[in-house]
Every structure is written in C-alpha cells, then in structure tokens.
Nanobody
Framework: QVQLVESGGGLVQAGGSLSLSCTASVDLDAYAIGWIRQAPGKEREGVTCINSSGRAVYYADSVKGRFTGSRDNAKSTVYLQMNSLKPEDTAVYYC?????????????????WGQGTQVTVSS
C-alpha cells in the first residue's frame, strides 16, 4: 500500500509562489506521480504528471510556464513549484501515484492518493 502525504499549501496573494511536497511511504521509482487539484464545485483537474525517472513531465495548459514538477526518488518525494499564482489556482491539491507509470493527467488513472493540501490565492 502506497501512502502519500502532501505539505506546503497555504494562503498567498496573486502573483506569489508556493511549493508543495509529496512524500511517500514506499520507494517511488516505479510510479508516475501526478498533481491533481479540485476547486469548490468543480471536478478534479490534473495539472502535472512526472514519470518514474523524472525525465518526462507533462503540464495542463492552464499551468504551463508557471508550475514546475520535479522529484527526488532517493527521498521518495515529489515537488510542485507554483509561481505567478492566480485566484483561479485556488483548490485542494492532491498528489497521486500511477503504478503503470503513464504520463496522463486523467484523475481516474491514479491508484493511490494523498489527503490533499489547500492552496488559496487571494486577489
């Protein structure tokens, strides 16, 4: 069983930055990791996915150029650096693991989920 714990959320003004971390209870070498967010009243939206080696990273158009995904498998930790934040980025952010190492943003592709961390961007 893979347990994921997110940290780093909070309140920030528009234009600011936040860095999220996701630490796993197991080695992540075989898993693609996605960051998925859910805003109030909206469906979950994949924002980035990183393959197991970290060499391939895919971004949703809504965050491209502002968010950067990375990982350190030695620490079983995945990161999401969020810059130039906008009020519409406000959401609960989840990290999730895909045991099939696919580079997809579809939330249904992921097998294991963290509990989420709240990101609030004020205007």
């Amino acid at each position: 069983q893979v347990q994921l714990v997110e940290s780093g959320g909070g309140l920030v003004q528009a234009g600011g930055s936040l860095s999220l971390s996701c630490t796993a209870s197991v080695d992540l070498d075989a898993y693609a990791i996605g960051w998925i967010r859910q805003a109030p009243g909206k469906e979950r939206e994949g924002v980035t996915c990183i393959n197991s080696s970290g060499r391939a990273v895919y971004y949703a158009d809504s965050v491209k150029g502002r968010f950067t995904g990375s990982r350190d498998n030695a620490k079983s930790t995945v990161y999401l650096q969020m810059n130039s934040l906008k009020p519409e980025d406000t959401a609960v952010y989840y990290c999730a693991a895909d045991s099939r190492n696919r580079i997809v943003l579809t939330p249904l592709a992921y097998d294991y989920w963290g509990q989420g961390t709240q990101v609030t961007v004020s205007s």
